[in-house]
């Protein structure tokens, strides 16, 4: 596995930008899959944006065209850049990777074997 450290979020008003990193313990150019997740009390765990080894992006319907995942080999760093931010993006945001091994299919959350602790990201109206 692979050791995760989130950070960024914060609380913000609806419209706004928040960018969330992560930074990785190992190479992220090795790291198959890597991913941003985001968690309500009460609901199960979904995927939001998605990046493969190669850079292959993937997103929930919800944040197309508002959010990005990126990240920097040379930092070992994953990015989640969100825009156009909306209450109902409030949520625990979690970074995770698949590490070692593929190939998995990236947008699934059965892919993942390794996860931060979690970033609060508040949006008010």
């Known amino acids: 596995q692979v050791q995760l450290v989130e950070s960024g979020g914060g609380s913000v008003q609806a419209g706004g930008s928040l960018r969330l990193s992560c930074a990785a313990s190992?190479?992220?150019?090795?790291?198959?899959?890597m991913g941003w997740f985001r968690q309500v009390p009460g609901k199960e765990r979904e995927g939001v944006a998605f990046i493969d080894r190669d850079g292959n992006t993937n997103y929930a319907d919800s944040v197309k065209g508002r959010f990005t995942i990126s990240k920097d080999n040379a930092a070992n760093t994953l990015y989640l850049q969100m825009n156009s931010l909306k209450p109902e993006d409030t949520a625990m945001y979690y970074c995770?990777?698949?590490?070692?091994?593929?190939?998995?299919?990236?947008?699934?959350?059965?892919?993942?074997?390794?996860w931060g602790q979690g970033t609060q990201v508040t949006v008010s109206s």
């Open positions: 190992t190479y992220t150019d090795s790291i198959y899959c």
């Open positions: 995770a990777a698949r590490w070692p091994g593929g190939p998995w299919f990236c947008p699934s959350i059965r892919a993942y074997n390794s």
